[in-house]
C-alpha cells in the first residue's frame, strides 16, 4: 500500500504523524514528508495506521493507493 | 422561517457577537450545519457564513479567491492595523510563516515539555491547598499565557504577573477595561522586542521575527506579530483547557477513564479541541464572484468560515453534539484550515496534554458547584468566563 500526497492541501496540521508515527513524518516546519514522486510507502502490517492518517487530515491532502492502483481519500466520509 | 426558540433568525439575520449566541452557541451552529449551507447577515457591511465542512474546508484552501488581506474581522473598525501573518496573502503570508513555523512545529516544540510541565505545577501550587480553585483566571489562561512568553519567546519571569493580570483583563475583565489592558500589554511586548534588538541574539522566535526582512513589514509590524501569536494561544487554548474540566467535572466515568491511562489524553483533548471550538468563526474577503452550495457571494464580499459549525457537520462526524473522549477519527477544524493553519496549533496541543495531565495527576477528584451554570461570550472567539471547582485537599496529590 501507498499513500499519496497532495502538497497544494497540506497545511501542516500534523494529525497523519501523531496517529501513525510508524508511516508518516514531519519536515522542520512541520508538513509531510514524502518520497519524490509525492508518495509514502506504507510499512507492511501498517495499512490500518495509514488509513487512521488519511481518515484524519482535516485538509483532505492524503488518498491511499492500493493495489489494483485506485485511489480513495477521505472526501465526504463519515468514518 | 418562523423565529427559533434562541430568539433571532440566524440564516438571515447572523450576527456573530449577538447575546443569542454566548448562550445558544452549540443549537445555533448545529441547525445552520444541518439546514443552512450559507447563512448571511444584514450588520453594517453585510457578510455571509459558511457552515458545512466541504465548503469551509474548500474557502480555507481557496486563498486565492477567499483572501485574507483585508483581515478576519466583519466591519472592521477604520484605522485598525493588521496582524501578520493572520491577515495577509501569498507570498508574504508564506514567507513569514516559513519564518515562524521552524519554532513551533511538533518537533521543535518537544523541547519545551519539562518547563512547560514545571510552569503547570506552579500554577496548581498556587491553589492546591485551597481546596477551590477559579480555573479561567488561576490556571486555563495563565498555562498558555506563561509558556508563550516566558519559555518559547523567553521573556522574564518578573514580567509574567503584570502580562497575566493584562492579558487577563483584557480577554474576560469589565469589557469597557478590555481595551486598555490588552494595550498595555502589547507595549510592553514592544518594549520588550526593543531591549532583545539591542541584546546579543538567542536564536530563537523573537530573532527570528527581529531578523525576517520584507518589503514595507516595519518594527510596528513584527511587535504586532509577535504580540499576535503571543494573545492567539491565550484566551483559545484556555477555553478548551476549562472546557475539558468542566466535561470532566461532570462527567466522572470520563474522568477516571483518563486518570487510570492518561495515555488515552491525546485522543481525548482532540474532541475537547472540537467541542470546544474556541476561535469558531474567522472571515475571509472574495476577490470574484464565487458560487457555494447554490448561492452566488458577490466578489469583495466578507465570508465567515464557522469553523464551530463545520466540526459538528454530521457528514464528518457521527453523533457531534456528543462528547466521546475515544472518538477517532476526529476531522475537526479547531485550528480552522488551509495555508492559515492556526500558527500554535502544536503548542497548543501540548499545553493541553501536560496540563491535563498534571492537574489530573494531583487533583484526581473534584467537581463544579451544583447551581453552576457556565456563562459564554463568543465573538471570533468563545470564552468560558469562569469555571469555580472544588476538590477534597487530603485527596490532592503532592507535586
New interface residues.
Given amino acids: 500500500m501507498k499513500v499519496k500526497v497532495d502538497r ?2 497540506c ?5 497523519c ?3 501513525a508515527p510508524e508511516v508518516y513524518d ?5 508538513f509531510i514528508v514524502s518520497d519524490a514522486d509525492g508518495t509514502i510507502e506504507v510499512p507492511e502490517g501498517h495499512e490500518d495506521g495509514a488509513r ?1 492518517g488519511i ?6 491532502a492524503l488518498s491511499a493507493i492500493t493495489a489494483d492502483a485506485t485511489a480513495s481519500t ?6 | 422561517m418562523s423565529t427559533p426558540p434562541w430568539g433571532r433568525d440566524f440564516h438571515a439575520d447572523y450576527d456573530m457577537n449577538a447575546v443569542e449566541l454566548n448562550e445558544h452557541y452549540d443549537e445555533v451552529v448545529d441547525d445552520l450545519v444541518r439546514t443552512c449551507p450559507v447563512a448571511h447577515s444584514p450588520a453594517g457591511e453585510g457578510y455571509y457564513i459558511l457552515n458545512k465542512y466541504s465548503d469551509v474546508q474548500k474557502a480555507a484552501q481557496d486563498w486565492e479567491t477567499f483572501s485574507s488581506k483585508d483581515g478576519f474581522l466583519p466591519n472592521r473598525p477604520e484605522g485598525m492595523p493588521y496582524w501578520y501573518p493572520v491577515e495577509c496573502d501569498n507570498p508574504f503570508h508564506d514567507a513569514l510563516r516559513a519564518v515562524l513555523n521552524p519554532f513551533v512545529s511538533p518537533k521543535a516544540i518537544a523541547k519545551h515539555e519539562p518547563a512547560i510541565r514545571q510552569t503547570v505545577n506552579d500554577l496548581i501550587d498556587e491553589f492546591i491547598d485551597a481546596g477551590v480553585v477559579e480555573i479561567v483566571s488561576q490556571f486555563a489562561n495563565d498555562v498558555p499565557g506563561r509558556v508563550f512568553c516566558q519559555v518559547v519567546a523567553g521573556m522574564p519571569a518578573e514580567d509574567m504577573p503584570f502580562l497575566q493580570r493584562s492579558f487577563q483583563a483584557g480577554l474576560v475583565g469589565p469589557v469597557e477595561e478590555r481595551g486598555g489592558a490588552m494595550t498595555r500589554a502589547l507595549e510592553h511586548i514592544g518594549r520588550y522586542l526593543e531591549q532583545r534588538q539591542a541584546e546579543p541574539p538567542r536564536g530563537d522566535i523573537v530573532d527570528a521575527v527581529l531578523n525576517f526582512e520584507y518589503p514595507g513589514y516595519e518594527f510596528v509590524d513584527k511587535a504586532g506579530t509577535i504580540s499576535q501569536v503571543t494573545q492567539g494561544g491565550i484566551g483559545t487554548t484556555g477555553f478548551v483547557l476549562a472546557g475539558a474540566l468542566y466535561h470532566l467535572a461532570k462527567h466522572p466515568d470520563d474522568r477516571k477513564r483518563l486518570v487510570d491511562d492518561p495515555s488515552l489524553l491525546p485522543v481525548a483533548i482532540e474532541e475537547f479541541l472540537r467541542f470546544y471550538a474556541s476561535a469558531p468563526q474567522l472571515g475571509r474577503k472574495t476577490t470574484k464572484d464565487i458560487e457555494v452550495a447554490g448561492t452566488t457571494i458577490p466578489a469583495d464580499t466578507r465570508v465567515i468560515l464557522s469553523f464551530g459549525a463545520a466540526s459538528r457537520d454530521p457528514e464528518i462526524c457521527p453523533r457531534p453534539t456528543e462528547v466521546d473522549i475515544g472518538r477517532s477519527p476526529n476531522r475537526h477544524m479547531a485550528f480552522g484550515g488551509g495555508p492559515h493553519r492556526c500558527l500554535g496549533s502544536h503548542l497548543a496541543r501540548l499545553n493541553l496534554r501536560v496540563g491535563l495531565e498534571e492537574f489530573l495527576r494531583r487533583i484526581p477528584d473534584f467537581e463544579v458547584p451544583a447551581d453552576f451554570v457556565p456563562e459564554y461570550q463568543v465573538g471570533v472567539t468563545r470564552d468560558m468566563i469562569t469555571l469555580p471547582l472544588r476538590f477534597a485537599r487530603d485527596r490532592a496529590a503532592v507535586r
Fill in positions: 497544494t492541501k497545511s501542516g496540521h500534523g494529525r504523524f501523531a496517529v514531519s519536515d522542520d516546519e512541520g487512521l481518515d484524519s487530515c482535516p485538509e483532505g477521505n472526501e465526504g466520509a463519515a468514518s
